[in-house]
């Protein structure tokens, strides 16, 4: 398992579920019905024009992908979009953090 793909997904989901700045991120996804305690944030991207990309994976091993805007009046839930990536075998490739997150699933390093 690649030890720097293993620490982000720690560190992404140690600052979704900590961090004071992610409260809002956090907050969306409760209300979502995401519940904290069974995701792990594995990528997360900021775009100049205030937008926002996570994918999540969930200890059932879905794979949720993410955009919201981050943009003063428009950082709430109505601007928060998700689908299920579970079956695109792209996003493995697009993302080896998936497959480190569902390892360390397996041997019970995380959630």
Request: no cysteine.
């Amino acid at each position: 398992m690649d030890e720097l793909l293993k620490e982000e997904v720690l560190e992404l989901t140690r600052l979704l579920k900590d961090e004071e700045n992610w409260s809002d991120l956090r907050d969306i996804l409760i209300k979502k019905e995401f519940k904290l305690e069974e995701i792990a944030l594995v990528s997360f991207m900021e775009d100049e024009e205030e937008n926002e990309y996570g994918v999540i994976v969930t200890k059932g091993k879905d794979v949720i992908e993410y955009t919201r805007s981050t943009e003063d009046g428009k950082n709430n839930i109505n601007s928060f979009k998700s689908h299920d990536s579970t079956h695109l075998k792209e996003e493995m490739y697009k993302y080896p953090q998936i497959e480190v997150a569902f390892e360390m699933i397996d041997k019970g390093e995380i959630l």
